[in-house]
């Protein structure tokens, strides 16, 4: 399959840790990157080759992938992080997106 | 700080070509893949295309061989062409570019592009 499937919404009350789980059989052998979508703003890269955090991106996000699933934490949710998150890979060379996972932090 | 901007028509009429540039400011030598990647009203990211070390290019294979991208190393700038348009390629298109082609550490602002006659 090509797919990378994400759980539409997530909620997190601030301060405690929000999980984030991508799904596709691609991961099982290549690497997941993250994107943070703000209402209104471009996707920003938050985390790339499973757990590497580009410079600028808080340490609370964090990175991880066991088998065909990739996971973003963030920990100490704040309320700025209320946002849209994608995950991202690529089948072959065709590079696909999950569907997308609205985060609130309520 | 390497910036992206892009610009083009805002609207396109059906069975036309959408051409789209994207201006590079900044340092970019660290920066080997130049992208394209839309994103229709209120849905997710599809990711259109990129070329790669200003030479290999990779398409999406659901655009059936609509699209274009090329680079203008002299002028600091990249393109997107998409031909025979329709209603369902209305989108936000954004310009992206990365170290590697397999994921995006910049973007441009995005461009609302509407397809209508």
């Known amino acids: 399959s090509s797919d990378l499937t994400q759980p539409p919404s997530v909620s997190v009350s601030p301060g405690q840790t929000a999980t984030i789980t991508c799904s596709g059989e691609?991961?099982?052998?290549?690497?997941a990157s993250w994107y943070q979508q703000r209402p209104g703003q471009s996707p920003v890269l938050v985390i790339y080759q499973d757990n590497k955090r580009p410079s600028g991106i808080p340490e609370r996000f964090f990175g991880s992938k066991s088998g065909n699933t990739a996971t973003l934490t963030i920990s100490g949710t704040q309320a700025m992080d209320e946002a849209d998150y994608y995950c991202?890979?690529?089948?072959?060379?065709?590079?696909?997106f999950g569907g997308g996972t609205k985060l609130t932090v309520l | 700080q390497v910036q992206l901007l892009e610009s083009g028509p805002g609207l396109v009429k059906p069975s036309e070509t959408l051409s789209l540039t994207c201006v590079v400011s900044?340092?970019?030598?660290?920066?080997?893949?130049w992208s394209w990647i839309r994103q229709s009203p209120g849905r997710g990211l599809e990711w259109l295309g990129y070329?790669?070390?200003?030479?290999?290019?990779n398409y999406n294979p659901s655009l059936k061989n609509r699209v274009s991208i090329s680079v203008d190393t002299s002028k600091n700038h990249f393109s997107l062409e998409l031909r025979s348009v329709t209603a369902a390629d209305t989108a936000v298109y954004y310009c992206?570019?990365?170290?590697?082609?397999?994921?995006?550490?910049?973007w441009g602002r995005g461009t609302l592009v509407t397809v209508s006659s």
């Open positions: 691609t991961l099982g052998k290549k690497y």
């Open positions: 900044g340092d970019s030598m660290n920066i080997n893949s």
């Open positions: 991202q890979a690529w089948v072959i060379s065709t590079v696909i």
């Open positions: 070329i790669y070390y200003s030479r290999s290019t």
């Open positions: 992206a570019g990365g170290v590697e082609w397999w994921y995006f550490d910049l």
